[in-house]
Nanobody
């Protein structure tokens, strides 16, 4: 079992930046995919970005050029650098992990390890 703990959320004005962190502990997979997801009130959870054990990354179209996913394997930590934040980025942000490489489309069903989430609020 993998334990995931997110941190770094907060309230910022539009155009600002935040960096989310996700600390992983417990058993980990030799090949894996880790992702960031978000869920706004009344909306479905959606994928934002992912990265696999080879370092391959992908970003959702809505955040391309603004968000960057990265990982520090020595610290077992996943990051999401969010720049040029917009009010529509307001959501609870979750990190997730699964064994095997990432799949197209950020399928929620493929991830069996989830954190509790960290709130991001962007004001206009």
């Amino acid at each position: 079992q993998v334990q995931l703990v997110e941190s770094g959320g907060g309230s910022v004005q539009a155009g600002g930046s935040l960096r989310l962190s996700c600390a992983a502990s417990g058993y980990f997979y030799s090949s894996y995919c880790m992702g960031w997801f978000r869920q706004a009130p009344g909306m479905e959870r959606e994928g934002v970005a992912d990265i696999d054990s080879r370092g391959f990354t992908s970003n959702a179209d809505s955040v391309k050029g603004r968000f960057t996913i990265s990982q520090d394997n020595a610290k077992n930590t996943l990051y999401l650098q969010m720049n040029s934040l917009k009010p529509e980025d307001t959501a609870m942000y979750y990190c997730a992990a699964r064994s095997g490489y990432c799949l197209d489309g950020y399928p929620l069903w493929a991830f069996n390890n989830w954190g509790q989430g960290t709130q991001v609020t962007v004001s206009s």
